[in-house]
Every structure is written in C-alpha cells, then in structure tokens.
C-alpha cells in the first residue's frame, strides 16, 4: 500500500475520480514556451518548456492521445515549477498541433523520442533531470529505464497509472463497463490516422471501418508502422512489468487499486516488493491519473508524493 490518499466527497467512484479531474479542473499557469526539435529519421518534436534558471529539469511525458495541455500534465507542470525545477512536457508525434512528417506515429515503447528529449535537454546544460509519466507515458519511462544504461544525471523518477501489461490493460478497457473510455480513445486514433492519410498518402486507410477495437487498431496501424508483427507481439515486447526489475534509478510507481484501466497484471508488487531502486504504491482510490483534492494550493495529491518523492 502507500501513504494514504482521501478523494473529495463527491468523487465516489472509481470513474467520477477518473473523470472529473480531466473535464473539470483549470490550472493557472504561465504560458509555455513551444521549441521544436529535429528527430534523428528528420521528424520533429515539440517540446513546452517553462524556464526560471534552474540547474533542476522535470521532464514530463503525458498518455494516450494526451498531450502538454493536458490538466493533468499542466498539474504537474505548475507543482514542480514552484518547487524551484525547469519543466520540459514534451508531446509525441502527431500529438501537438501539427501531425508529424513520417509515417510512424508514437505507442507506448516509443523509448527513442524520450531519449532524443533527454538528449536535447543534456545539450543546453541541465545537472539534474527528473521524469515523471503519466498512464502511457509512465509505461514509455519505465521501459526507457530498465532497457539501457541511463545517463548520470538522472536522478529519480516517477509515474502514475501505469499500464504495465499493455495487452491485459487493453482486455480491461475494452471491458462493457470501460467502454466509454475505449471509444473516446479510439475515435481519437481513428481520426488521427484519417488526418496523418491527408500528409502520408503511403497510409492505407481502407481498414479503418473495420476497426472497432483498440486491439483491432494495435493490429492494424500501430504494430506494422512501428515494427511489430502484430497486437500481441507489440504488447509483449513494449510491457514495462518486463522492464521494471532492471531499473538502477530512484523510481516511484504508483497505481491506485481501483483504476479502472489497470488489470490486475499492472501490480506486480511480489515482483517490486525488495526491489532496491523502485518503490511501488498502490492507494486504495485515485481512478486514473485522478487523486483530485480540493485545496487552497490547488495541488492534487499525486503531485504533492511527487514532489516528496523527488526531495526525499
């Protein structure tokens, strides 16, 4: 379990926890400002930063279809910038205003953009960075630690709401009870391989009426344009849970036990439970990427453990 966490009253379930923080919530924060850089395969990135000076860099990595407006990015954004840190919240190819040159996208191992991020932000003098990931883009971390050996200056990360087995996450979604999740995510990749035709006139879009899952999608779209051979092997192969025992960082993890995105692959506390470097929490509520508390700093209270974490 994990220091505790209370939701509002009127957060009563697992899906208002999940729900209300992404359509109700207003963080009042100063403007980013947008830099965008050039991809090793010549695609870009965009990158928001907010600067004060600091020696300190939170770089943040947001979910699916998500992207550096999200309430919950910017959430974070403004917790670690009045802590004193620079903030990088990067967003994934296709996911900021302008759809990305080549054909390939982004998906949950996609480790080689956040590694041409941190790269990046090594170049313009940063001592420490930190990482903090939100549902894909904790699993983008996690796997991104575990896979290699990372730079020194590195120093801790955290992620919430992490799909760590991608294919039983995806089962879970796809559940009756989780279906508005799944079709909004799924509206959303659909148009955006229908927008991404419109720039690659290579993408064949003549399966997209076919598609009603999100495992038809991963079949269809984004295993083949990634590398993969199907579904299943994406999965398989970009699953942090298979990547988090190797990780040599200070790392938090923390999945509330009722999201409703998260099988019950995506708590391997006998897994993590000695390990040395990685800290698994699992409060009782939060949903995903939730943990609203209403309060006069307007902090939620997943930002608050990160900051602790970051400073213990």
């Known amino acids: 379990m994990s220091p505790s966490y209370t939701p509002p009253l009127l957060l009563f379930n697992k899906h208002l926890e999940t729900i209300f923080p992404s359509v109700a919530r207003k963080i009042a924060l100063v403007p980013y400002q947008r830099e965008r850089i050039t991809t090793p395969d010549q695609d870009f990135l965009d990158l928001d930063w907010l600067k004060q000076g600091s020696s300190k860099l939170i770089i943040l990595s947001h979910g699916l279809e998500g992207n550096s407006s999200r309430p919950y990015v910017r959430g974070m954004a403004k917790a670690g910038f009045v802590k ?62 575990g896979e290699r050996k990372v730079s020194a200056l590195l120093k801790k990360a955290v992620v919430f709401s992490v799909p760590m087995d991608l294919h039983a996450s995806c089962k879970k979604i796809s559940m009756p009870g989780n279906r508005i999740y799944a079709n909004r995510f799924l509206r959303s990749l659909k148009e955006k391989i229908a927008r991404k035709a419109k720039v690659n006139t290579n993408l064949d879009t003549s399966h997209l009426h076919q598609i009603k899952t999100l495992i038809d999608f991963d079949d269809f779209y984004t295993a083949p344009l990634h590398g993969y051979r199907d579904a299943i092997d994406y999965y398989t192969r970009c699953s942090s849970v298979h990547f988090a025992p190797f990780i040599e960082i200070p790392t938090l993890i923390v999945n509330a036990a009722n999201d409703p995105f998260l099988s019950h692959e995506c708590y391997p506390t006998k897994l993590l439970g000695n390990h040395s470097s990685v800290k698994f929490e699992t409060p009782a509520r939060g949903g995903h990427v939730g943990f609203a508390q209403f309060n006069k700093n307007g902090l939620y209270w997943s930002e608050q453990r990160a900051m602790t974490f970051l400073h213990d």
Do not use: P
């Not at 205003?97 to 982004?106: A, D, G, H, I, V």
């Open 84 to 145: 004193g840190y620079d903030i990088l919240a990067w967003n994934y190819r296709g996911c900021s205003e302008e759809m990305n040159r080549q054909l390939r996208f982004y998906h949950s191992g996609a480790t080689e953009d956040l590694d041409t991020v941190i790269a990046h932000s090594q170049s313009v003098g940063y001592r420490e960075i930190y990482l903090i990931g939100f549902s894909l883009g904790g699993n983008i971390t996690l796997k991104y630690l």
